[in-house]
């Protein structure tokens, strides 16, 4: 177990270095400066500006007084907010996203394993239709649409819940948790439906039914620990892609967090923002997939943690 | 099984929550006097010398007041800090005399010296002020900005005592009292600015909560990143019993539909912004909600007169001649604008653009083309029109994309770019047709039609005509109104002769605006002063 | 398109002199949801093929005048805000969307599928190797990856199969990968090993029939997404151009629109619902059908 961690850990560091490095240049590469405006700015303002946010630097001269400022903590000073570091910006807007995210999570993984699980026990009958048309009908209905719909529906129309806000009135999360949750849940119940449906075929499965052992006991000591493999194999990313993907829902909502930061931040070229928030979503993803990893061992004790064969 | 417990326990915990909103923004707004605004995008700072954008513009007008102010509904300048002022004959020296119960939110006195560090901290190299231009008029400030002269004392801003200003300009400047109504020419509070930095150093703490201290009818109250902007009434402002506001809320929004939902519900009193498709149904439903004004701006597209064929002035016209802009106004942007044939909007403080060179006309359009050597498109290359990512503007470009093609029979493909990247092509000149829009800074013809002179930064279509430089030219030394509108005049002509631009509508100012709103007048710069707003409930069972 | 992918699995599963195709064609024909999906599919197909000889419109034919109309004899299915023929558009939309929908999963399918059964399956450093790279790929800042594709290339539909390809394909190795290792770990294959087979057998007998399963699964959620993700990618500039369509644009059109034109999402997004339903439905009775060890019931 310990071995296994210090191994990710060890493993992350070029990951995240590699990830630095890349986006570093990446994004200099992309056309436009941050300063670039409508109205078109002199010469020479650009100039003190670049002069002032070290952009005249050579590059290479630049990209290491970046990793300078990044080993002593430091991630600089935003391009486009003038009175912002990124450290505070992340600040504010992190624990927002976060626990919308933890909701979207819980609300993804209750509906979803609980739909997934009735379908695969009666496969191919009202039981396994209706959850899984369910589920269809939620992926057909990705964020963008389903989340003007449920403002249409709860807030315009029946005026049941507020459309906009986090935290400012009562009942604000609600939505902006339901819309960022529900395409999980039906990745999750189609994952869960077909990692389940593989396990109840298995042998061992079999030999536990002809014993008389009773339906929920199979599912819920047998099988279940396998058929969610596929499922935790998904959460790792899917986690890391909710915190990015809450960009959209953020947005119908007027939510002040992470998500707008970090795609905002590329259409301003906001370098040291994009920085940022890369990094802590490299950060997180190399986490989360070690999770994942780890979770996946723990369901199927005949993995090992040192994959070596 | 868990989700025969779940489904009621989520559905019960939806109503108990949903049931009771409580009385909206709206609802509640009236008894406080708190105004709730949608405002764009999350400021990028509120320091009045470094900033440029229009949400920037909104807040920082709560919370900062200059020498003058404009009316809010005829835009003549009015006494603000300055409480009187005296021009000289020729138009090139300005007297003003400050206020005496001026005062800054710590209850400081606002004095003349405050303006003339201010200038200086707003024309330093250093601070590298996107807005320095607006005080280029005054003498010798461009040099100053430039680096050229180091000594400030040579710049045409004066304080005589510590209540009055003299200020000497290069040219009779007839809009440059409008000029000081802008934020960029503000002053600021000096020991505020020196307790945090620098005074020729931006993005330093001092426009903080708590830190900021202002001269405007509102100061800094919280500032929630992305989300919220609050200013409450100042105590200290001189004319604060004209306020009637306690509160503002500022909200930056990114999307204008989440913008209109938070309006239907009453979360916002009025919207920057609204949806094109949902103006038909206010203008039907809800008439008393939205407010259609005359905007002093211009939609266009940019020709680049560098490049085949479009170096070919009569394909230039013939392109300019095809556009069906009533249809485009009627149908697509459907908010009242109107076509433009100029690219002065008409009106522009009494400037009414005259011109017959450019109009609807198929026929002539096509002969044109033919005369240029592609009868009915023949041999005519497929050109790129380019705009920046949006809905509205992919609208049009798709209606003129199909306007060309069944009248001149040529090719045009649709390209858009991600705003950055569609800027640095432009300047590049490395487009053919772009799409683009002008926003006047000031009223006056003159910040439209100074952009086309030759290497003018903001012209970017490589047109240049001698001529209408020294129009131009002439136009600023010019003091006489009739004589310089009428050198506009040949100058627009000229411009539309030579067509390195499509204009294609007047824009409007289409916003969702609660009857409760009181004393906020249309004009055609969109400002406001919140001094003179005010939230009334005008029926009994007024708001939802 | 549909046959294709069973001809696929068919070489690649069915090696041996026996016919299992000709089981699990049985065994497909058993059930009447995937056929009925099938022929759906298949006449989708045919339609999308035919359009520019059936659709009643031009798709770029415009009438401003008539604006945005809903359903009436002229135009069956209403028309949108420059006046054009929504159905027209819809069977044009298909075109794009079908082939952007099969084309960028096959690219995701294959390198997903390679990548991860190659890590899980040979481990040790290679699967460490492979599977950090994927963790880098998510952490790229994914909308600078699509500005610089745009500025770099230019506009093509090629360009857009390649880049949802390379963004859709991670999951899938992750998913793939798992599930090798689950498989390579069990008493059968450690036995096999023994008996001498060849890894090539090894993975074509035991590890491919048993990860079809999570895979086609996989497939069907990456379809729709892939539709959608064209969409975005068209409103950035880098898919299709207008006057084009697709059922991406479309909906994300719509649902601007869905209170004023409801006409505008409730068709495009119906034709979008039946064909992931057909194509789900196909996609579980595939996964019955080439299942070893599907019991009758």
Avoid at chain 1, 91 to 119: C, Q
Avoid at chain 1, 201 to 216: E, F
Avoid at chain 2, 229 to 257: C, G, M, Q
């Amino acid at each position: 177990m310990i071995r296994f961690f210090l191994s990710r850990l060890l493993q992350a560091m070029p990951v995240i270095f590699i990830v630095i490095t890349a986006t570093f240049f990446l994004i200099r590469s992309a056309p436009g400066g941050p300063f670039d405006a409508d109205k078109v700015v002199s010469q020479e303002v650009i100039e003190r500006l670049n002069e002032r946010y070290n952009l005249d630097a050579p590059i290479h001269q630049q990209y290491f007084d970046y990793l300078s400022h990044l080993i002593r903590g430091d991630f600089g000073p935003s391009f486009r907010y003038t009175n912002r570091s990124v450290t505070e910006m992340i600040g504010a807007g992190l624990p927002i996203t976060f626990e919308l995210a933890i909701y979207a999570i819980m609300i993804a993984l209750i509906i979803g394993i609980s739909a997934g699980m009735l379908a695969a026990v009666r496969p191919n009958t009202a039981q396994d239709y209706i959850p899984m048309s369910l589920a269809m009908t939620g992926i057909c209905m990705p964020s963008f649409l389903l989340g003007p719909l449920l403002v249409l529906v709860f807030g315009i129309w029946l005026q049941w819940l507020p459309v906009s806000g986090w935290g400012y009135s009562p009942g604000d999360k609600i939505l902006p948790a339901i819309t960022l949750g529900s395409t999980y849940a039906a990745y999750i119940a189609r994952l869960t439906r077909g990692g389940m449906l593989e396990v109840l075929n298995q042998d061992y499965i079999r030999t536990a039914k002809a014993k008389g052992l009773s339906t929920s006991k199979i599912i819920f000591k047998h099988a279940l620990r396998g058929g969610l493999a596929p499922v935790v194999a998904f959460l790792g990313p899917a986690i890391a892609g909710l915190l990015a993907g809450s960009f959209v829902v953020e947005t119908i909502f007027q939510i002040p967090g992470l998500g707008r930061f970090y795609v905002q931040a590329a259409f301003n070229r906001d370098y040291t923002m994009i920085m940022g928030t890369t990094i802590l979503l490299s950060c997180l993803i190399v986490f989360l997939n070690m999770l994942s990893d780890l979770l996946a061992v723990w369901l199927n004790p005949r993995l090992t943690l040192d994959a070596k064969h | 099984m868990p989700n025969k417990i779940l489904l009621p326990v989520l559905l019960s915990i939806l109503l108990l929550v949903g049931c009771d909103l409580g009385p909206s923004n709206i609802e509640s707004a009236t008894a406080k006097q708190i105004l709730h605004l949608g405002n764009g995008t999350e400021p990028k700072d509120l320091d009045p010398h470094t900033v440029t954008g229009v949400p920037e513009h909104n807040i920082i007008s709560a919370l900062f007041e200059g020498l003058i102010s404009v009316d809010p509904a005829t835009l003549a300048p009015q006494p603000a800090v300055a409480e009187s002022w005296v021009i000289s004959n020729d138009g090139k020296r300005y007297t003003f005399t400050l206020r005496d119960n001026s005062n800054w939110s710590n209850g400081d006195p606002v004095t003349a010296d405050d303006f003339v560090w201010s200038w200086q901290r707003m024309l330093s190299p250093a601070l590298a002020s996107e807005y320095a231009y607006q005080l280029f008029t005054v003498k010798n400030a461009q040099a100053f900005n430039h680096g050229e002269l180091k000594d400030f004392s040579q710049v045409g801003v004066k304080a005589i005592n510590s209540k009055t200003l003299v200020i000497e300009l290069e040219n009779p400047t007839p809009y440059f009292l409008s000029l000081l109504a802008h934020y960029s020419t503000f002053a600021v509070h000096p020991p505020t600015i020196l307790a945090f930095g620098e005074r020729d150093q931006a993005g330093t703490l001092w426009t903080r909560p708590g830190n900021l201290v202002g001269n405007g009818p509102f100061t800094l109250d919280s500032w929630r990143l992305n989300y919220i902007i609050r200013v409450k009434k100042n105590p200290h402002y001189w004319d604060h019993e004209t306020v009637r506001l306690n509160e503002i809320l500022f909200y930056p929004i990114d999307s204008a539909l989440t913008e209109e939902r938070m309006f239907r519900t009453g979360v916002l009193h009025a919207t920057s912004s609204t949806p094109l498709d949902k103006i038909a149904s206010y203008q039907t439903n809800d008439p008393d909600k939205i407010s259609i004004d005359p905007y002093l701006g211009t939609y266009y597209y940019r020709l680049n007169v560098t490049e085949k064929p479009l170096d070919d002035v009569r394909v230039r016209r013939a392109l300019s001649m095809s556009i069906d802009r009533q249809a485009i106004t009627d149908s697509i942007t459907k908010g009242g604008q109107i076509p433009a044939f100029t690219f002065t909007p008409p009106n522009t403080q009494g400037y009414f653009a005259n011109n017959n060179s450019i109009r609807y006309d198929l026929a002539l359009a096509q002969q044109l083309l033919s005369e240029a050597g592609f009868p009915n498109g023949e041999g005519f290359p497929e050109i790129e029109l380019t705009y920046n990512t949006s809905d509205g503007h992919r609208r049009i470009a798709v209606a003129i994309q199909q306007m060309w093609k069944l009248a001149l029979n040529i090719n045009v493909r649709l390209s858009n770019q991600d705003w950055k990247v569609y800027l640095s092509r432009i300047q590049a000149l490395d487009y053919s047709i772009a799409r683009a829009a002008w926003i006047g800074d000031y009223p006056d013809p003159n910040t439209f039609l100074d952009m086309f002179v030759t290497d003018g930064g903001n012209n970017q279509t490589g047109w240049s005509n001698s001529q209408y430089d020294e129009l131009i030219a002439s136009a600023a030394s010019e003091a006489d109104e009739k004589k310089r509108y009428k050198i506009f005049q040949q100058a627009e002509n000229l411009l539309m002769d030579e067509s390195p631009i499509i204009p294609i509508y007047t824009y409007t100012r289409v916003l969702l605006k609660h009857p409760q709103l009181k004393g906020w007048e249309p004009n055609i710069l969109d400002i406001h002063p919140y001094k003179y707003v005010y939230l009334e409930d005008s029926t009994i069972n007024g708001g939802q | 398109m549909a046959t294709d992918s069973l001809q696929q699995y068919q070489d690649v599963v069915f090696d041996q002199g026996r016919s299992p195709w000709q089981d699990a064609w049985y065994r497909l024909k058993q059930n009447k949801l995937a056929i009925i999906s099938l022929n759906f599919l298949a006449a989708l197909v045919v339609i999308c093929v035919l359009t520019p000889w059936l659709a009643p419109y031009g798709y770029e034919t415009q009438n401003l005048a008539l604006g945005a109309s809903g359903p009436s004899a002229a135009h069956w299915l209403g028309t949108d805000i420059h006046g054009r023929d929504l159905m027209t558009r819809l069977m044009y939309g298909g075109r794009i969307s079908l082939m952007v929908g099969f084309a960028a999963t096959a690219v995701s399918l294959v390198i997903g599928v390679l990548w991860g059964a190659i890590a899980g399956y040979v481990g040790g450093l290679t699967d460490t190797v492979l599977m950090r790279i994927v963790d880098i790929l998510y952490a790229l800042p994914f909308m600078i990856f699509i500005i610089l594709l745009m500025v770099v290339f230019g506009r093509s539909l090629l360009l857009l199969f390649l880049a949802i390809g390379l963004i859709e394909w991670l999951t899938m190795a992750r998913i793939v990968r798992t599930q090798v290792m689950n498989i390579r770990n069990q008493e059968f294959v450690s036995a096999a090993i023994v008996t001498g087979l060849s890894h090539w057998q090894i993975i074509s007998r035991h590890i491919i029939p048993n990860i079809i399963g999570p895979v086609i699964v996989y497939i069907t959620l990456t379809i729709p997404s892939v539709m959608l993700l064209e969409a975005f990618l068209s409103f950035l500039g880098l898919g299709i151009q207008p006057p084009q369509s697709s059922w991406g644009v479309l909906i994300s059109g719509g649902v601007e629109t869905m209170e004023e034109y409801p006409w505008l999402l409730l068709f495009p997004g119906l034709t979008l619902s039946a064909t992931l339903f057909a194509l789900n439905f196909l996609g579980d009775g595939l996964r019955d059908a080439l299942d070893p060890r599907a019991t009758s019931d």
